[in-house]
């Protein structure tokens, strides 16, 4: 196939259809697919009983969360990442979306599920689980992306797959009642000065401050993720979401929620989730995530493996300060860019955008580049730009463009270029 242009192959695409009628393969070889009775025709599936809850086909057994051994010192307050390269569209199966724990993912029963509210409220209150569902409820799809993600990548390229340099985001449809319906229900203290303070049922806690702002614009206490209820692991029965921000914020198996006059500066939003600058000096807060892009495929797990010829190159972007409104890609490093089709023309705010860019690929080696651009005209920046504000010291809050390189086989390289 290695001198295929774009007509030979709609020719070979004209000859495997005239191929099919005659039982043959493009190659003029009959094809045992199209000409032999197969396997499957001789026997019945399985019945409808067989899986009352279907797992995805064996075939597919390889897209599954991953993470990295050397990364946490055990497995209990750590990280696993998101398949991104080999998934499609925009919604996250809840089966393979990341989990973070601080310390484990506990077992929490609807039954056994509270809610209290209390601090500047007029009336402190402890909601069940069913009492939560007798609220009005609506649905947003927001992706939840860890600070964490791509911050092993600051000091140079290091692990070699989207799933991993990428993989700590997820984007699910939920399902829940926004919290300001909680906060006039215990006549909180809405003034703007005012923080709450969230915390999970779980061992961490995980306790963060929110400004009152945010807390009574679009914070959602959701129950169902994708139709379905929150998996145990991203805080079944009730977790709060908060969109465009950071995803330490989104506590799970929420617990309490306190609301107060100044924000409690706990473990989650001191030495952990803030940035070292170039300086040495730590920035005190960063909550919304900024525009940041990444091409799933082809990447590292999900190299070329087709030769030459009609070329998808696909990914997701996204923005905590809400919509993407366009994708550029660079196949040479970012010298020359083209704008990439959106999957869904203006996606949801706060959301994963799937983009597309089709082309003719005829073996040369690229440095393949995507770069986000949202709503409010921001550009996702260069890893250089970045390093001259953040230094190389830093671990959050990563959302520079990312290169992979293209080899003539196909086989795809995390870099960088400079
Ligand atoms: N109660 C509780 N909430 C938590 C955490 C936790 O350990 N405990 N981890 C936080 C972090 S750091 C992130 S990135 C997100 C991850 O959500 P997920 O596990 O559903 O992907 O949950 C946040 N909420
Ligand atoms: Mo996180």
Not at 8 to 22: E, M, N, P, R, Y
Not at 180 to 206: C, H, K, P, T
Not at 282 to 296: E, F, Y
Not at 361 to 375: K, T, V
């Amino acid at each position: 196939m290695s001198n295929t242009t774009r007509r030979d192959l709609l020719k070979g695409g004209l000859a495997v259809t005239a191929g099919l009628a005659a039982g043959k393969s493009s190659a003029g070889i009959p094809d045992p697919l199209i000409t032999q009775v197969q396997d499957w025709a001789t026997y019945t599936g399985d019945g409808v009983d067989a899986t009352p809850y279907g797992m995805p086909v064996e075939y597919e057994s390889d897209v599954i969360r991953r993470n990295v051994p050397w990364l946490t010192a055990d497995s209990i307050s750590s990280i696993n990442f998101t398949p991104v390269h080999a998934l499609d569209g925009t919604i996250t199966p809840q089966g393979c979306a990341f989990e973070r724990h601080h310390s484990g993912a506990i077992d929490l029963p609807k039954e056994a599920y509270r809610l209290m509210i209390n601090g500047l409220v007029d009336t402190p209150l402890v909601f069940t689980y069913d009492e939560i569902e007798r609220f009005p409820r609506e649905n947003h799809i927001y992706f939840c992306e860890c600070a964490a993600n791509t911050g092993m990548e600051w000091a140079g390229a290091q692990l070699n797959g989207a799933q991993f340099t990428h993989g700590m985001i997820h984007n699910m449809e939920y399902t829940g009642v926004p919290l300001r319906m909680f906060l006039n229900e215990v006549g909180a203290d809405l003034s703007s000065q005012n923080w709450i303070y969230v915390e999970g049922a779980d061992a961490s806690s995980n306790g963060r401050s929110i400004p009152m702002d945010k807390a009574l614009d679009d914070c959602l206490v959701a129950f169902k993720a994708n139709g379905e209820a929150l998996r145990k692991e991203h805080g079944y029965p009730v977790r709060l979401i908060v969109p465009g921000w950071e995803g330490n914020m989104w506590v799970k198996w929420l617990r309490r929620i306190e609301v107060i006059d100044m924000p409690v500066e706990s473990r989650e939003e001191t030495s952990k989730y803030t940035d070292v600058l170039e300086d040495g000096v730590a920035r005190k807060w960063t909550w919304v995530m900024d525009a940041k892009s990444i091409i799933t495929s082809p990447s590292p797990q999900s190299p070329i493996l087709h030769g030459h010829g009609p070329l998808v190159i696909s990914g997701l972007a996204w923005s905590g300060h809400g919509k993407i409104v366009r994708v550029d890609i660079s196949q040479d490093g970012g010298m020359n860019w083209k704008i990439a089709r959106l999957g869904k023309q203006q996606g949801d705010s706060k959301a994963l955008t799937r983009f597309y860019l089709d082309i003719e690929w005829n073996g040369d080696q690229m440095l393949l580049q995507s770069r986000a651009i949202d709503e409010t005209g921001y550009v996702q920046p260069t890893k250089e730009q970045l390093r001259q504000i953040r230094g190389e010291n830093s671990v959050y809050h990563n959302n520079c463009i990312q290169t992979w390189h293209i080899s003539e086989n196909g086989s795809v390289e995390n870099v960088e270029v400079s």
